[in-house]
């Protein structure tokens, strides 16, 4: 493991005042303690970064190369191309990022990947299995392997945290109603979000960014094999979006598992991905390291990377 | 121009096509695991209880301008004692179901279609799916089940409180004794004749048509909303083309249903 830098860690706001006790359902005030946890996050990013690819080569190693998701010649069209013979793979415990200009149908790849669209040609593999034949009740059945978190977190509205939470417990599993509490806790601390504090609260009292990791808690409860990650970061601001991207890292770091990330956010990208696939023209024009992107030659990539 | 005229012929036939598969879905689902029972009790309060005030407020002041617009007419000829007649053949049969159907439509067809467009254009529908639920089992299945089973209630109701309107009329301005209009009332139930003995006809016209009218308002606020593109105006308008379809369909289909009852119930 990566030597970790010394400091506060952000489960720390728990430790750091273990008798303090807080009624259900009180706002969380941006205060010292969240400060804290911002700096302590941003700190640890800094000192992950270098060592991070590496990390998750090794994860991808221990999965022994075994592909968990792969799109092999994919092509889609509505009233127009969307994607062109779009092909790559990801081993288990790597993270893909999609990136590329808006509307080339970077999130139209989750969405064939979770078998809400069926391509016209090409074939769609999740853990080894063709799902573009699968019928609707098959579907929901490997729509349970991967969890995917939404652009705008897409939580229930009528449903409050814990329930959010709780819904894909309730549905597939046959856990008891403590055993779920204790599921959802757990996630939530996972997320770094007070359990106390939240579990009462509708999405409507949350920050963009708690949202944004209560849909993290949600589209992991089952804990899925697979995350998927529709520009997890937009709309943030920078202290919030390099929260989510360490979250990102962690969810892969600590339960190995494999992702894949559709975002225009390059800096956060270099962080977390082991392969970027850059979509151009509804083609995928560069699939490899972040390190082979960055030092390309292609004068599209140069132009794509402009400053970073 | 021919194009453009196909095209939107296709795109008509298709949406017709999509409904009906929805409709056999969302029908079919009421009977195969799993059932959302927490959820068709709640559409059941939102639908039906929700609804009991305007419903009660439309039915009680339909029945008092169809006492006193009776009273006017029958009074040429002073045959102002059949005003209960009069009253309960056109709220048991017509008026009822076809005015608490558009109140329903207005209020519950409109809220069913922003709410599912909204959960549309937000993701949630997505959101639902990705966590291997059908969305037409959980959100379309509870909400037809609960409006079959409430808009007969809400007419019954609406019938009964319509009556009762006529009822003040009849005694407070015309001057005919209350047990004389309940006389006729029951009368006229009567003179419509029985089916299996004991149901009158106008019975199985009143609870027939509310029972259709329930399906076909929240069948359509379902289709339209799920099918909301376009943002909070695409919400506007799934809204919008609800209550005007759904009306619409209300007022066509209560004739044919009317045409067929008529025929196969002489009375």
Known sequence: MTDKPEGRRP????????????????PIRRGEDEMRVRAAIRDELEADAPTHTQEVRAVAKREAARKVIALQNVFLTFDQPILKDVTFD???????????ESGTGKSTILKLLLRLLVPDKGQVFIDGEEITQLNFADALKVRQKMGMVFQGAALFDSM??????????REHTDLSEDEIMARVREKLEFVDLDPDR????????????????????????NNPQIMLYDEPTSGLDPLTTATITHLIIKLQRELGVTSVVVTHDIRSAFRMATKIAVLNERKISFFGTPEEMASSADKYLRDFLGGF | MLEGFNKAAKRRIYGLQEFFVLSGKAIGFAFSRPFYRSDLIQQMDAIGVQSIPIVLLTGFFTGMVLALQASVQLKTFGATMYIGRLVAASMIRELGPVLAGLMVAGRVGSGIA??????????????????????????VTPRVLAALIMMPVLTVINDFVGILGGSVISSAYVGIPTSLYWRTVFEQIASGGFIFKYLP????HGLLKPFVFGGIIALVGCNFGLKTTGGTEGVGVATTRTVVTASILILVVDYFITQVLLAFLPT
Do not use: C, W
């Not at chain 1, 489960?11 to 009180?26: F, I, K, L, S």
């Not at chain 2, 909204?118 to 639902?128: C, F, K, N, P, Y």
């Open chain 1, 90 to 100: 990801a081993l288990g415990g790597e993270t893909i990022v999609v990136a590329g």
């Open chain 1, 198 to 221: 939240v579990l009462e609260q509708l999405p409507s009292d949350l920050s963009g960014g708690m949202r944004k990791r209560v849909g993290i808690a949600r589209g992991m409860a």
């Open chain 1, 160 to 169: 409050n945290v814990y329930e959010n939470i709780a819904y894909p417990l």
């Open chain 2, 114 to 139: 922003a709410q599912l467009g909204s959960m549309r254009v937000t993701e949630q529908i997505d959101a639902l799916n990705t966590l291997g639920t059908d969305p037409i089992r959980k959100l």
């Open chain 1, 11 to 26: 489960d720390d706001r728990r430790q750091a005042n273990p008798d303090e006790h807080v009624p259900p359902g009180t």
């Open chain 2, 201 to 204: 006809n106008d019975f199985v």
